[in-house]
């Protein structure tokens, strides 16, 4: 069974690094064309992929987001991770972390982690 | 970047009748392999998104058959044949033959 889920540190302020995990099992990062991606949804707003990396550690981002962001993984303890750095009011959304198949499909889903930012 | 727009749906739709959601890419999604990389997502209200239709036609596992996805390089329908209460939410259209991988707007669905 596939299961993931974000955990993140639910409100910061404008202009701090935002840290998001994505822990998962059912499924090995390292086999071969698996990847995890990050997709987020602000409130009533649609879906915006953000950044995915893939078994052999090839990495795609989101070029809207220019240099802001960063992802790895940890194979070894199942888990993905995302950073944002100088984040402001318009990262306010749910953070979303799938399992994508050969980069072009996200076949399963985590719940969702909602991450506010305020001053 | 390939953007991709959808159509809207003549809300709310009667339980039991069939609806078509279009999307159109501003780039063909035919790779060289013969594969249309377009997919369909649903969000019920509440819920993360969760995939419906990937290869522009199919299904994926434990997806309803009242569920079909047709189109061409660059425009793409989604089918449901009658609908039911469970359906209702938000389509999307997702491009995932390259990066940055984008979306549509999104459809609503509103049973009547």
Same mark, same amino acid.
């Given at each position: 069974?596939? %299961?993931?889920?974000?955990?993140?540190?639910?409100?910061?302020? &404008? $202009?701090?690094?935002?840290? *998001? +995990?994505? /822990?998962?099992?059912?499924?090995?990062?390292?086999?071969?064309?698996?990847?995890?991606?990050?997709?987020?949804?602000?409130?009533?707003?649609?879906?915006?992929?953000?950044? %995915?990396?893939?078994?052999?550690?090839?990495?795609?981002?989101? &070029? $809207?987001?220019?240099?802001? *962001? +960063?992802? /790895?993984?940890?194979?070894?303890?199942?888990?993905?991770?995302?950073?944002?750095?100088?984040?402001?009011?318009?990262?306010?959304?749910?953070?979303?972390?799938?399992?994508?198949?050969?980069?072009?499909?996200?076949?399963?889903?985590?719940?969702?982690?909602?991450?506010?930012?305020?001053? | 970047?390939?953007?991709?727009?959808?159509?809207?749906?003549?809300?709310?739709?009667?339980?039991?009748?069939?609806?078509?959601?279009?999307?159109?890419?501003?780039?063909?999604?035919?790779?060289?392999?013969?594969?249309?990389?377009?997919?369909?997502?649903?969000?019920?209200?509440?819920?993360?998104?969760?995939?419906?239709?990937?290869?522009?036609?199919?299904?994926?596992?434990?997806?309803?058959?009242?569920?079909?996805?047709?189109?061409?390089?660059?425009?793409?329908?989604?089918?449901?044949?009658?609908?039911?209460?469970?359906?209702?939410?938000?389509?999307?259209?997702?491009?995932?033959?390259?990066?940055?991988?984008?979306?549509?707007?999104?459809?609503?669905?509103?049973?009547?």
């Amino acid at each position: 069974q596939v %299961t993931l889920k974000e955990s993140g540190p639910g409100i910061l302020q &404008p $202009s701090q690094t935002l840290s *998001l +995990t994505c /822990s998962f099992s059912g499924f090995s990062l390292s086999t071969s064309g698996i990847c995890v991606s990050w997709i987020r949804q602000p409130s009533g707003k649609g879906l915006e992929w953000l950044a %995915t990396i893939c078994w052999e550690d090839s990495k795609g981002y989101n &070029p $809207s987001l220019k240099n802001r *962001l +960063t992802i /790895s993984k940890d194979t070894s303890n199942n888990q993905a991770f995302l950073k944002i750095t100088s984040v402001d009011t318009a990262d306010t959304a749910i953070y979303y972390c799938a399992r994508t198949r050969i980069t072009t499909r996200d076949d399963y889903w985590g719940q969702g982690v909602m991450v506010t930012v305020s001053s | 970047d390939i953007v991709m727009t959808q159509g809207a749906l003549p809300n709310p739709v009667p339980s039991g009748e069939s609806v078509s959601i279009t999307c159109r890419s501003s780039k063909s999604l035919l790779y060289s392999d013969g594969k249309t990389y377009l997919n369909w997502y649903l969000q019920r209200p509440g819920q993360s998104p969760q995939l419906l239709i990937y290869w522009m036609s199919t299904r994926a596992s434990g997806v309803s058959d009242r569920f079909s996805g047709s189109g061409s390089g660059t425009d793409f329908t989604l089918k449901i044949s009658g609908v039911e209460a469970e359906d209702v939410g938000v389509y999307y259209c997702q491009q995932g033959l390259e990066f940055p991988r984008t979306f549509g707007g999104g459809t609503k669905l509103e049973l009547k």
